[in-house]
Each structure stands twice: as C-alpha cells, then as structure tokens.
C-alpha cells in the first residue's frame, strides 16, 4: 500500500515514535499500564489550565461522538433541558444524540459559515428559565470555523447554566483556560491535535458537577459518573480499553511537551494555514468563512469558477502523489476541505498547493 499523509481534522499523521508505542502488548490489570492511565489524566488537566481539586479527566472507550454522547447523556437529567447551539454537522450530531436518548432540549441553529451569537444565546437562556444546560462545537469542522466558546462561556455563566464544550479538533492546538472561559465539561479525542490514534475520548469535568451527575446515566457503557468512579480509583477502566491506544496517547502526550506545548503546537497549526490560505488564492480558490472565524483545524475552500472536475479526479491525483484531502460537508456550495493538524509541517503545505497547482493546469 503506498504511503501519503493525511491532511484531515484527525485521524491524522502520527510520528514513528508514536505509532511503536503500539508495538508492546499490556494488560489491563496491570499497575504499569494503570499509572500510564494516571499520568494521562494529569497531564490532560494541566493542558486545560485546571486543578485537580477542582476539575477531573476521564477517559471513555471510543471515537469523539462517543465522548459527546457520554456527557450528553450522562449529565443531563429527567428534569434537566439542553440547549444546543448549533452552526455545522457537530452541533446537528448533538441532536440526534438528544433524539436518541429523549432528552429534553432547544436547539439554536446559525449558518454554518456564521459563529453563534452570545447576545441572542443569552435572550433565549432567558426566554427559556427551564434550560439548565448549554452544548456547543469549539471547532466546527464542517466549515473550518472556531466558534467564540469564551463569549458564549460568559453568558452560560452569567444564567446559572451547565457549560458542555465539544472541543474535538482544537483541544491541544488551541488554548483553551477551561475554568477561567465557563466550561464545565470540555470533550475531545486521542487522535486530534494531541497527535494520537484513533481509539479513546476523554473529558475534562468540573468535578462538583460530575459528582453530582451520580444516577442520571441512560447508557451503561457510557455512563461517565461511573467511569470516574472506576478509573478514580486506581486508574483501572470499567470495561476492556483499548491498551495501544493509550501508550500511543501517552507518547503523543510527552513528544507535545517536548515540542513546547500548546503555544507551539498551536502556532505550528496557524503557520500551516496561513500559508495554505495564501497558496490557494493564489491559485483563485476562496475560503468558505471570512478569515476573522477561520480556525487553524481545517479549511473549507469553494471549488473554481467553472471548474471541470470532480473531488473523486482531485482526490485521487493528490493521493497518488502522497496526501489525502477531504471532501466538502456544506451543502449550499460546492467545496473541498484540507486540514492542516498532525504531523504536517509547511513543507507538506507547499507540496500540496504544488501539487493541486499541477493537477488545475492539467485540465
């Protein structure tokens, strides 16, 4: 199978050193493995700026979703009501998860290419009295945009309410003080921009809440007040996790240290893309969203005027020269998506354009 690197919003490339990690074979039960569970947990908060007096992490089997889906139905009660605030295909999953698991909810809907507004959050937060929680996307990967969590975070506060932040794709390559901003629970995945591999989620919990979130659980699996109980403990998972995962997190964790943390990684992450922002138009492809909302995550371009050609063409004359891209998710325009997290460097960026360059001229 022929190499090429992923230019995506996660799975994403890794490094060698992370992907050998993968390569020892650990039990579950073991006290190696566990402080390897421990040293996660701790590491995880002082990324967030939190104190453990404070706030907790817990680590939960699965993709993202399953992340979201945990505290979305582990937190909100029988006589609690969500709001969610919505502005792509992230924010509309946190509904179908409502659906799924008969939660009481409101949802606000914004134009994808548009950040949701604090100022009318508020009038509903008051318009509302019976909303006791708020969930909203931090990066919403459907457009590129990097929604105002901060502003938003304010208003929650400000009614009283529950603050539930899907931070997926910008978690570790943006900075994110959660307490100082009003979360109170923050989701996001090992295989983001910690640089990790697909296989767990984890969520930053302001402890009280959690505590407090005992019994409301309508999943098993996913209930995360009994996950924190286990894991609390000793650093033992409830159920089987996923052993590899977790040493390539550990791993990805260090070489994030190593790299200058979140400052670097984050400043890494803008250089890609201003870079592929200033390369593309260039070229006469536009982003999506205004530069003032584009987040460093990923980027959604229109396709050229009179354009010719399929994503399918595209895609496969850049993967056979060693990068994949993705697809669009907005369905009012015509567009394509490249990512510019993981172990990408603007070398990759200038490849890439050139690459895309060759590929606009040879038709």
């Known amino acids: 199978m022929k190499n090429y690197k992923l230019l995506t919003p996660g799975p994403l490339t890794t490094t060698e050193t992370v992907k050998k990690e993968m390569l020892f074979d650990h039990c579950t039960w073991d006290d190696d493995y566990k402080a390897i569970t421990q040293k996660i947990r701790r590491q995880l908060l002082a990324l967030a ?31 609690d009501k969500l709001l969610i605030v919505s502005n792509g295909a992230y924010g509309e999953r946190m509904e179908d998860i409502a ?39 931090h990066s919403e990967t459907t457009s590129g945009i990097l929604n105002g969590i901060q502003a938003v975070g304010k208003t929650v506060k400000a009614h009283g309410c529950t603050f539930i932040v899907d931070a997926m794709s910008s978690f570790g390559g943006v900075d994110i003080p959660v307490k100082d901003w ?19 989620s984890f969520i930053i919990a302001d402890r009280q809440k959690l505590i407090e979130s005992a019994g409301k659980a309508r999943s098993l699996c996913l209930d995360l007040y009994d ?12 159920f089987t996790s996923p052993t590899h995962t977790v040493l390539a997190f550990s791993r990805a964790l260090d070489e994030m240290e190593e790299e200058g943390g979140i400052p670097a990684r984050s400043r890494r992450y803008y250089e890609n893309n201003r870079l592929l922002i200033k390369r593309m138009k260039e070229m006469g492809i536009q982003t999506y969203i205004s530069q003032e909302h584009q987040g460093p995550v990923i980027t959604t ?46 070398e990759d960026i200038e490849k890439v354009c050139g690459i895309l360059k060759e590929f606009l001229e040879g038709r």
């Open 49 to 79: 700026h939190v104190e453990e007096e404070e706030y907790t992490a817990v680590l939960m089997q699965g993709s993202g979703s399953f992340g979201v889906e945990s505290v979305l139905t582990s937190v909100t009660g029988t006589e």
């Open 99 to 137: 659906k799924h698991a008969g939660l009481s909810y409101r949802i606000y809907h914004q134009d994808y290419d548009k950040i949701p507004d604090a100022e009318e959050i508020g009038r509903i937060l008051t318009e509302d009295p019976s909303i006791t929680h708020v969930a909203m996307v």
């Open 182 to 200: 009003g979360i109170d629970f923050i989701i996001s995945s090992a295989n983001k921009c910690i640089q990790g591999v697909p296989g767990f």
């Open 227 to 238: 996950q924190w109980k286990t894991m609390e403990k000793d650093g033992k998972w409830r």
């Open 301 to 346: 371009f229109l396709y050229p005027e009179n354009h010719d050609f399929s994503f399918g063409d595209m895609y496969e004359y850049i993967k056979d020269r060693g990068y994949a891209i993705y697809p669009g998710k907005v369905t009012e325009a015509d567009t394509f998506r490249i990512g510019n997290i993981g172990e990408i460097y603007e």
